[in-house]
């Protein structure tokens, strides 16, 4: 399975299933070269009660870029368990489903479509943090983000995303 996005080409060779190793390929078809990451799809029963911790990922290009495809690997190694999404409808419909499997959703927000999710799942409980990631038009302004007060921050480096979550995952 293939698509073709922007610069770069996903393929998977497998159709996940929890606890699979899944081997993604990442092709630059400007440079027509490739690379093979793999990503581990984690079960939700691994995970220990004291460490009920989901990240969620909401970001149109979660799939497309090689950038977020490496954030992915970081994250799931750091953290152990890591759902994304590239739709508003789908991303919301599962954080208000897994209500009570976690006790805790961090939840990272790609910078333009941050004005409409955060509105819609700022107030759910199991909702701890709040990351808004990336630049460019449509992403919101400190002064906005103020007035939610999970947001931790607006970030365009994703070392700093991940060393704001560890410290934020270290306090939780």
Not at 69 to 75: A, E, G, N, S
Not at 112 to 124: A, E
Request: net charge positive; proline share 4%; glycine share 6%.
């Amino acid at each position: 399975m293939g698509t073709k996005n922007g610069k770069y080409d996903v393929y998977r060779s497998v159709s996940p299933k929890d606890g699979d190793i899944l081997p993604v390929t990442i092709s630059d078809s400007s440079q027509k070269s490739s690379t093979i990451i793999f990503i581990q799809q984690a079960k939700i029963e691994q995970l220990p009660n004291a460490e009920r911790l989901l990240i969620v990922w909401l970001d149109s290009l979660v799939e497309k870029q090689k950038s977020h495809l490496d954030m992915q690997v970081k994250l799931r190694n750091i953290f152990g368990y890591l759902k994304t999404f590239d739709q508003i409808e789908s991303c919301e419909k599962y954080v208000r489903q897994v209500n009570g499997q976690y006790e805790k959703i961090l939840f990272i927000v790609q910078g333009n479509l941050s004005n409409t999710s955060i509105p819609r799942l700022h107030d759910l409980p199991h909702i701890k943090y709040i990351y808004i990631y990336g630049k460019g038009k449509g992403t919101p302004n400190q002064q906005w983000a103020s007035r939610y007060p999970k947001v931790r921050g607006i970030f365009t480096s994703s070392k700093q995303l991940i060393e704001q979550i560890n410290g934020d995952q270290a306090d939780t």
